[in-house]
């Protein structure tokens, strides 16, 4: 009977592929030539201004709730490990001593509940930093597009606008200068690593789902020529260089023509094959949706993978994007790392210790977020509105106004 409802979820999901609509990418992304030579792919959907205040409203509102439901839940400890139970953290378990693999998440929650997170974001003080780092961060941010998806001209174009870690370092330092109590000190660098890679995210999130429209569609029905496809996922995939990685970069501009169709097939070929290695975790297996996801029943429950991401840093299973039968349960689990990433700055730990918990609580879910822009697409092609909205609404990002 799982198995059969498995079936019939998926065919709702997928529908057919000649059935296909491209009105959506066609409304979204934007070829721009010169002389009738490709350039650009544009993401007109996207806006280029940048408000930091937005990230603060956000954080400032989760912080508030989950405040007022620490102090009203009898269970909420309990609640938090319920949610989490599935999860193996043997890796915290090492480093926190000999608590339960789950504490650290709990702790961390623990110790956010009794700062004045309203009296933080309304001090004079705290303010000024926010426009300080807004002013530095505005310009620069901005320097490479946001719309841009990717610039086949340029096979360095974003390696080389690649300055987000010289300001976040300028951003702590001038937070340890303003700041001397701790709750404000943490807060605010908090705010400042958070928000300034959310802003970048946005183009990874809508790159991924160009590479939905990529990978499902042939060039020309798209606008290209199948060797300008190839081009723009070189520029893609150019896009995600590390800025220290100068040895890539060089390595994209020697192949730029085969760069990034090279790097797609090769990740869609390891995470095959990484797949088959856990494929009997799972009850049932459905139909694949795309590049990256995959429709599967687990442990009786009928849910989305994302075979790209793993659910965690170490884990060998591939992430959970969707629990159809628990919509909500994907973002309540982000939402609360997200805070505990805030939380577990105040534990008493070594500040190296703190590092490697915090690394290894984003490591749940925000790469995994990103990824799931490939899966927007998916529905975006099959118009499922419901199902975009769904995805969407676990997309924590308030710089990004998709579908919203």
């Known amino acids: 009977m799982k198995k059969?409802?498995?079936?019939?979820?998926?065919f709702?999901?997928?529908?057919?592929?000649?059935?296909a609509n491209l009105q959506a990418f066609k409304e979204r992304f934007e070829?721009?030539?010169?002389?009738?030579?490709l350039m650009l792919v544009r993401d007109k959907s996207i806006t280029t201004s940048f408000n930091l205040k937005l990230y603060v409203e956000f954080i400032k509102e989760l912080l508030i709730k989950e405040q007022a439901l620490m102090n009203t839940e009898m269970d909420y400890d309990q609640n938090l490990r319920d949610l989490f139970e599935e999860q193996d953290m043997s890796l915290v378990q090492n480093l926190y001593g000999d608590k339960a693999d789950i504490e650290l998440i709990v702790d961390s929650m623990k110790e956010l509940k009794g700062i004045n997170f309203e009296a933080i974001f309304a001090n004079k003080q705290f303010k000024?930093?926010?426009?300080?780092?807004?002013?530095?961060?505005?310009?620069?941010?901005?320097?490479?597009?946001?719309r841009i998806m990717a610039n086949v001209a340029d096979s360095a174009f974003f390696y080389k606008k690649n300055v987000t870690y010289q300001v976040m370092t300028w951003a702590l330092s001038l937070?340890?200068?303003?700041?001397?109590?701790?709750?404000?000190?943490?807060?605010?660098?908090y705010v400042v690593k958070k928000m300034?890679?959310?802003?970048?995210?946005?183009?990874?999130?809508?790159?991924?789902?160009?590479?939905?429209?990529?990978?499902?569609?042939p060039a020309e029905e798209l606008g290209i020529t199948h060797e300008e496809a190839n081009l723009v996922f070189s520029s893609i995939y150019e896009s995600r260089i590390p800025w220290f990685a100068f040895w890539e970069s060089s390595a994209a501009k020697a192949n730029w023509s085969r760069y990034g169709t090279s790097k797609f097939f090769q990740n869609v070929r390891m995470v095959n094959n990484n797949f088959r290695t856990v494929r009997r975790s799972y009850d049932s297996v459905g139909k694949r949706l795309n590049y990256g996801f995959q429709n599967a029943v687990y442990k009786g429950r009928n849910v989305v993978l994302n075979l790209f991401d793993k659910e965690y840093m170490f884990s060998?299973?591939?992430?959970?994007?969707?629990?159809?039968?628990?919509?909500?349960?994907?973002?309540?689990?982000?939402?609360?790392?997200?805070?505990?990433?805030?939380?577990?700055?105040?534990?008493?730990?070594p500040s190296w210790i703190k590092d490697i918990a915090q690394n290894f609580i984003k490591s749940f879910y925000e790469k995994q977020q990103l990824t799931e822009g490939a899966l927007v697409a998916h529905f975006e092609?099959?118009?499922?509105?419901?199902?975009?909205?769904?995805?969407?609404?676990?997309?924590?990002?308030?710089?990004?106004?998709?579908?919203r």
């Open 4 to 10: 059969l409802l498995a079936l019939v979820v998926s």
């Open 12 to 19: 709702l999901m997928l529908g057919q592929v000649f059935g």
């Open 31 to 37: 070829f721009v030539r010169e002389d009738g030579k």
């Open 128 to 146: 000024e930093f926010v426009n300080k780092v807004e002013l530095k961060l505005k310009d620069v941010l901005l320097m490479a597009d946001p």
């Open 175 to 189: 937070a340890k200068k303003m700041f001397s109590q701790v709750p404000m000190l943490n807060t605010a660098s």
């Open 196 to 217: 300034a890679k959310m802003f970048a995210d946005k183009r990874l999130f809508h790159q991924n789902m160009l590479l939905h429209y990529l990978e499902k569609f």
């Open 316 to 349: 060998k299973k591939p992430s959970i994007a969707m629990e159809l039968d628990s919509p909500k349960k994907v973002k309540r689990m982000r939402t609360i790392l997200h805070l505990a990433g805030l939380g577990s700055s105040f534990l008493p730990l």
């Open 381 to 403: 092609v099959n118009e499922n509105e419901e199902m975009i909205k769904k995805v969407v609404n676990q997309y924590l990002n308030p710089f990004d106004s998709i579908y």
